[in-house]
């Protein structure tokens, strides 16, 4: 596609509920970082997958989180037993390669309210 | 935890000055990246500028690296109000493979 997608843009749910979000990165893009954004703050890394595997997941929270790549393009980032600070926006971002001295293509974003 | 700091966290300006964003760091870093996000959504790079760099250009854009005092600035030169964003520095973390962004300066220029 033209630009990282992700989906939806927004998304309420329960406390307790789980929720999946959706990143399609840029065609032929082999790395690909999931970022949490709150308000007024800087993007928070989550995990950096290069490929099929997840190469740095040591930015979730704790174990309620859990992103996928199984086919090294679209990532799947799921949530279990939503709090409420887990509201943020979720931010996917590609790069071509890997490793910071590469561009990184940003989404734009996942609204994710736990109410 | 952040590495990058921004100074100041928000600044507004009139359309034709210039603008300059300060960013501080922790620890050495192979690059620095600067970003611009409008309305809290998605983020779009400006420029990087390696470790071996002290000024890069891009238009109206100039941006230094002082990499002894673990700082980097952004200057916009003639504002315009269509560049009322907030501006983030970002750094790589240990490893390198992960971009850590800090708590960004939030510019405003008035028409």
């Known amino acids: 596609g033209a630009g990282v997608s992700q989906t939806p843009s927004n998304k309420v749910t329960e406390k307790g509920k789980y929720v999946e979000l959706r990143c399609d990165p840029i065609?032929?893009?082999?790395?690909l970082y999931w970022y949490r954004q709150s308000l007024g703050q800087g993007p928070e890394f989550l995990i950096y997958f290069q490929g099929t595997g997840a190469a740095d997941d040591s930015g979730l929270p704790n174990d309620r989180f859990f992103a996928v790549r199984p086919e090294g393009s679209v990532s799947t980032l799921k949530i279990q037993r939503t709090e409420r600070g887990d509201s943020a926006v979720y931010l996917c971002a590609s790069s071509l390669t890997g490793g910071t001295g590469n561009e990184a293509f940003f989404g734009q974003g996942t609204r994710l309210t736990v109410v | 935890s952040q590495q990058g700091e921004e100074d100041p966290q928000a600044l507004s300006i009139q359309e034709g000055e210039n603008a300059t964003m300060n960013c501080s760091y922790k620890?050495?870093?192979?690059?620095l990246q600067w970003y611009r996000q409008n309305s809290g959504r998605g983020l779009v790079h400006l420029i990087l500028i390696r470790s071996n760099e002290r000024e890069k250009h891009s238009g109206r854009l100039r941006v230094t690296l002082d990499t002894s005092k673990k700082s980097s600035s952004l200057l916009i030169t003639a504002s315009r109000a269509a560049d009322t964003a907030s501006y983030f520095c970002?750094?790589?973390?240990?490893?390198?493979?992960?971009?850590?962004f800090g708590a960004g300066t939030r510019l405003f220029v008035k028409a």
């Open positions: 970002a750094t790589d973390g240990a490893g390198g493979f992960k971009t850590i």
């Open positions: 620890t050495s870093i192979n690059n």
């Open positions: 065609s032929g893009h082999t790395a």
